[in-house]
């Protein structure tokens, strides 16, 4: 018998291409010769390895990027320490497990796991639910009502969104910024800025009308 | 049917943020699920916040966080066991978790139907159903009321709500809604506070009216 024969066949599928494509990306930004070139395209093409093949190492890399962020929102929003590293591992197990429901012609990766870490947000960190009489499950929103129609592909909605929050005024950006990641209404937004409701309101309003003007010009 | 009547653009940025309660959020939520083009700009908003979330300075990882997550792969499910389901198939799919109260009378041809969350917080969340031609007294909130529509039509001074239409009250509001004749009304609404009836019938009503 020859040692050829005794090689194990490989367990796993090769990888696509995309994903080897991510993955270098990934690998390049970890020597420090190409860090940040990893793109919005090859972060949906990792989860697409995760819900294909249930691929590890697409999984790691995921993780390496996305988990310290979630942790830091999860901080911004008044967890503490241990709770923002538990509910960042939840996020990205979360990741893990519905990485089928992932469609990169309707939403960004980061958007897809923004969604994932606002509801763990929603669900574990909210006073209204440390404040709970009784204990269950929040109910679940439906992923299909909070998805858009396909329109850009992710990749390049990504950019478009950034190139378009960059033209948003100081003050406009600021509100936005609370209301993401303070979990605050805009009740709270407007006593912690000493503006009246109205004014939170209306900036709000004409940031996020502004942002899609500005996604809708650039389509 | 057309859908006439949104949530207000902040009212749908608060959705996508995150920062709305939970009876307000299912009621938002209702609407999303008829109506394309808000679901749209709820998409936009989330990739406005996926957006931030990736520009947000990292926080540094146990050290061995990658390992303890990779050991706990195996034992998540592909797929989270179904939730259980009420029996309500006629409900919007977001409500198809919750537990529901009895219908209650509270007026002439008005009865509620309480949703019970598991937050106790400030705002409530119940099903109204109006009969055909029946009147909500003339009131007043004391606090944000969200409703959508789910069957049937009403109109008040703001106009005409149909299915899948959604309405905006607060404390400046003050409205008369009526059903239309031909058919019962049924809406989906979170209540902030109290309603305050207003006029002699109102008045009477107060005491009892716990709505």
């Known amino acids: 018998m020859t040692a050829l024969a005794l090689a194990p066949a490989p367990v796993f599928p090769p990888p696509a291409p995309a994903v080897v494509l991510a993955l270098a990306?990934?690998?390049?930004?970890?020597?420090?010769?190409?860090a940040g070139r990893t793109t919005a395209a090859d972060?949906?093409?990792l989860i697409g390895a995760v819900a294909g093949?249930?691929?590890?190492?697409a999984f790691g890399a995921l993780f390496s990027h996305f988990a310290p962020r979630v942790k830091t929102f999860m901080?911004?929003?008044?967890?503490?320490?241990?709770?923002?590293?538990?509910?960042?591992?939840?996020?990205?197990?979360?990741?893990?497990?519905?990485?089928?429901?992932?469609?990169?012609g309707r939403a960004t990766a980061a958007a897809w796991i923004f969604t994932i870490a606002r509801n763990l947000r929603v669900d574990r960190l909210r006073r209204e639910w440390r404040d709970a009489a009784g204990d269950g499950e929040i109910p679940e929103v439906a992923d299909e009502a909070a998805t858009p129609d396909i329109r850009l592909a992710g990749d390049e909605r990504n950019a478009r969104v950034r190139s378009a929050m960059t033209q948003l005024s100081a003050e406009q950006a600021r509100v936005i910024e609370l209301s993401f990641f303070q979990d605050m209404p805009h009740a709270e937004i407007a006593r912690a800025l000493g503006l009246p409701l109205g004014t939170v309101k209306s900036r709000i309003r004409l940031a996020m009308n502004r942002l899609r003007d500005l996604l809708e010009d650039l389509a | 049917m057309t859908i006439t009547h949104h949530p207000a653009t902040d009212t749908l940025a608060s959705y996508a943020s995150g920062s709305l309660d939970t009876a307000r959020r299912l009621v938002v939520a209702s609407h999303l699920e008829r109506c394309a083009a808000c679901r749209r700009a709820v998409g936009d908003f989330e990739a406005v916040g996926g957006a931030m979330l990736e520009d947000l300075p990292p926080a540094p990882m146990g050290e061995d966080a990658l390992a303890q997550v990779l050991a706990r792969l195996d034992a998540v499910a592909p797929e989270p066991a179904a939730g259980t389901m009420n029996a309500h198939a006629d409900l919007p799919a977001c409500l198809r978790s919750c537990t529901l109260g009895s219908w209650r009378w509270i007026g002439r041809?008005?009865?509620?139907?309480?949703?019970?969350?598991?937050?106790?917080?400030?705002?409530?969340?119940f099903l109204l159903k109006g009969a055909p031609g029946a009147r909500l007294p003339h009131h007043v909130h004391t606090g944000e009321e969200f409703a959508a529509v789910l069957t049937g039509v009403y109109t008040h001074e703001g106009g005409r709500f149909g299915p899948?239409?959604?309405?905006?009250?607060?404390?400046?509001?003050?409205?008369t809604p009526v059903v239309t004749a031909d058919a019962e009304c049924i809406c989906l609404i979170a209540l902030e506070g109290r309603v305050r009836m207003t006029g002699l019938a109102g008045a009477l009503l107060n005491p009892f009216v716990r709505i």
Not at chain 1, 25 to 34: E, I, K, R, S
Not at chain 2, 164 to 174: I, L, R, V
Request: hydrophobic share 40%; aromatic share 6%.
């Open chain 2, 164 to 175: 899948g239409d959604f309405d905006e009250a607060d404390e400046t509001t003050e409205h």
């Open chain 2, 109 to 125: 041809g008005l009865k509620v139907r309480p949703i019970m969350l598991p937050q106790a917080g400030g705002t409530r969340l």
């Open chain 1, 75 to 104: 901080l911004r929003a008044g967890a503490n320490a241990a709770q923002a590293e538990e509910l960042a591992q939840e996020t990205l197990l979360t990741v893990w497990r519905k990485a089928d429901r992932f469609d990169s």
């Open chain 1, 25 to 34: 990306h990934f690998a390049c930004g970890l020597n420090g010769m190409d």
């Open chain 1, 43 to 45: 972060y949906s093409a």
């Open chain 1, 53 to 57: 093949t249930r691929d590890r190492a």
